[in-house]
C-alpha cells in the first residue's frame, strides 16, 4: 500500500493539472501496475477543481476500468473534495 | 484597431461596447474615451490590455484622457503594463487591499498558482467566497493557457463592488478563440455554436468521445455558467463574431441548470466586430448564500443527465421494414 499526501504537492487549493497528471503517472500508476492499493490524502486541501481530479484518475477509469476503484482510496477529503471526486468517477463511468 | 471606452460598460450594458470596437488595422490600437466619465467592467480593461499587448508600445496611441474617473485606468495598472504614457498626474493611489486586481499578464501554469495564491488576501475575501472565485479564475486561465496558444497569454484583472457585493472579473486572450479549438473535434460552422458548444457539458475541443481526454473533460466552462447561474450572476463569452450572455436569474425564481446554455435564460449576438481570440467577463456575487459545496450537487446531476442524453441520441435504432 502506498500514500500520497497530496497537500504539499498541490497546495490547498488543487487546480494544477499539470500537477495532477505527474502524480498519476508517476506515483497512482506503477503502484497499481504492482496490484497495490493506493490511498490518496487530501488532508489540508479545502478544495479542488474538476479540471485536477479529472486529470488525476479519469485516465485510471478509462484504461483500468471501475475495478480500479476497489485499489484507490480517497482520505481526509473536505465536502467539496468529496462531491467534485464523485462527479468525476460518475462522468467517467457514464461515458464508458 | 480602435477601443472607445465608455461612459458605462458593464456585462448588462456590454453589448453596444463590444459593437463599437474597430479591429480593422491590426497594425495600430487607438484608444479613445468618454470624456466625462468612465465606469467599466474589468473583462473591458481586460480587452483593451490584450489588444494593446500584441503590439509595441509605439504603435499604440492613448488620447489624453479627460475624464473625472480617469485615474481608474492607471491603478488598474492599464498604462503600466502596456508600456505606454498616460499623461496623467500621480495621485496618491488607494490601498489595493479590498479592492481590485490590477491587470496581469499569466502565461504559464506556475504564474496562474501564484496568481490565485495572492489573488485571495487581495480582496479580503471569506474561504466561502474565495472558493468560487479562485475555481473560475483557475479554469479560465488553464483554458486560455492549454488551447488558445496565445502569445501574450491571459489577461485578468478583478475589481470588488461595494455598493453591489459583487467581484467582477475579465479574463481576455489574443488566441485561436472557440472555434478553431472545438472544431478540432466537433463540427461548429459558427463562432455562435462553437461557443454553445463549449459551454455544453462533456464537449471539448481535445476529443469527440464522450468522456474527454486525459486532461480535458470538457466540462470547465459548463461549471463556470453553473456558478454563474446558481449565484444569478452575469457571464459573458465573446469570441471571434459571437456573444453569449447569461442573464441574471430572478430571485424568486427556483434555479435550474441545462446542459445546453441555448435553454438557460441569456442573449446572443452574431456579426460582431471580430475578437481573434476569446474574452471571459463574469460576475460573482457575494450576497449569494448558496455555499459553493450545495452548488456542485445540482452540476453533478446535470453533467450526468446531459452525457446520458447524449449518448441516448447516438444510439442505434432498429430498422423496421
Given at each position: 500500500m502506498i500514500q500520497i499526501k497530496l497537500l504539499s504537492l498541490v497546495g490547498s487549493f488543487a487546480e494544477n493539472k499539470e500537477l495532477a497528471k505527474k502524480i498519476r503517472l508517476e506515483k497512482i500508476i506503477p503502484?497499481?501496475?504492482?496490484?497495490?492499493?493506493?490511498?490518496?490524502?487530501?488532508?489540508?486541501?479545502?478544495?479542488?477543481?474538476?479540471?485536477?481530479?479529472?486529470?488525476?484518475?479519469?485516465?485510471?477509469?478509462?484504461?483500468?476500468?471501475?475495478?480500479?476503484?476497489?485499489?484507490?482510496?480517497?482520505?481526509?477529503?473536505?465536502?467539496t473534495v468529496k462531491k467534485i471526486i464523485n462527479i468525476v468517477v460518475d462522468y467517467m463511468q457514464e461515458s464508458d | 484597431m480602435k477601443i472607445h471606452l465608455p461612459n458605462s460598460a458593464f456585462l448588462g450594458n456590454i453589448d453596444p461596447f463590444l459593437r463599437g470596437f474597430n479591429p480593422q488595422n491590426r497594425s495600430k490600437l487607438e484608444i479613445t474615451a468618454n470624456k466625462k466619465w468612465i465606469s467599466l467592467h474589468p473583462m473591458v480593461l481586460s480587452m483593451v490590455a490584450a489588444l494593446g499587448l500584441s503590439l509595441k508600445p509605439e504603435q499604440i496611441y492613448c488620447e489624453k484622457l479627460e475624464a473625472a474617473s480617469k485615474h481608474y485606468l492607471k491603478r488598474m495598472g492599464l498604462f503600466k503594463l502596456l508600456k505606454i504614457r498616460s499623461g496623467i498626474k500621480p495621485i496618491h493611489e488607494h490601498e489595493p487591499a479590498g479592492r481590485f486586481i490590477p491587470l496581469t499578464k499569466i502565461t504559464n501554469s506556475a504564474e496562474l498558482?501564484?496568481?490565485?495564491?495572492?489573488?485571495?488576501?487581495?480582496?479580503?475575501?471569506?474561504?466561502?467566497?474565495?472558493?468560487?472565485?479562485?475555481?473560475?479564475?483557475?479554469?479560465?486561465?488553464?483554458?486560455?493557457?492549454?488551447?488558445?496558444?496565445?502569445?501574450?497569454?491571459?489577461?485578468?484583472?478583478?475589481?470588488?463592488?461595494?455598493?453591489?457585493?459583487?467581484?467582477?472579473?475579465?479574463?481576455?486572450?489574443?488566441?485561436?478563440?472557440?472555434?478553431?479549438?472545438?472544431?478540432?473535434?466537433?463540427?461548429?460552422?459558427?463562432?455562435l455554436e462553437a461557443i454553445r458548444l463549449a459551454l455544453t457539458p462533456g464537449i471539448t475541443g481535445t476529443t469527440w468521445k464522450e468522456g474527454g481526454t486525459e486532461l480535458n473533460a470538457g466540462a470547465g466552462l459548463f461549471f463556470i455558467k453553473s456558478i454563474a447561474k446558481t449565484n444569478r450572476d452575469f457571464l459573458v463569452v465573446y469570441s471571434g463574431d459571437a456573444l453569449y450572455k447569461l442573464l441574471k436569474s430572478p430571485p424568486t425564481k427556483t434555479i435550474k441548470l441545462f446542459g445546453d446554455p441555448f435553454q438557460d435564460k441569456h442573449s446572443h449576438g452574431e456579426n460582431l466586430p471580430f475578437w481573434q481570440g476569446?474574452?471571459?467577463?463574469?460576475?460573482?456575487?457575494?450576497?449569494?448564500?448558496e455555499e459553493f459545496t450545495s452548488l456542485l450537487d445540482l452540476i453533478w446531476e446535470t453533467v450526468i443527465k446531459s452525457v446520458k442524453e447524449r449518448k441516448k441520441a447516438r444510439y442505434r435504432r432498429a430498422r423496421f421494414i
Open positions: 503502484a497499481l501496475e504492482k496490484k497495490q492499493e493506493v490511498i490518496l490524502d487530501f488532508k489540508g486541501i479545502d478544495s479542488a477543481t474538476q479540471s485536477f481530479i479529472h486529470a488525476l484518475i479519469s485516465d485510471i477509469l478509462r484504461k483500468y476500468g471501475s475495478e480500479a476503484l476497489e485499489l484507490i482510496a480517497f482520505k481526509n477529503c473536505s465536502e | 498558482t501564484n496568481f490565485i495564491t495572492e489573488m485571495v488576501p487581495l480582496l479580503h475575501l471569506e474561504p466561502k467566497h474565495a472558493a468560487p472565485l479562485k475555481y473560475v479564475i483557475s479554469e479560465l486561465v488553464r483554458n486560455v493557457l492549454e488551447h488558445a496558444q496565445s502569445k501574450t497569454g491571459a489577461i485578468v484583472s478583478a475589481q470588488y463592488y461595494k455598493k453591489s457585493n459583487t467581484i467582477r472579473i475579465g479574463v481576455a486572450d489574443a488566441g485561436l478563440g472557440i472555434k478553431y479549438t472545438i472544431n478540432q473535434s466537433h463540427p461548429a460552422s459558427t463562432h476569446t474574452v471571459v467577463g463574469m460576475d460573482i456575487s457575494l450576497k449569494a448564500t
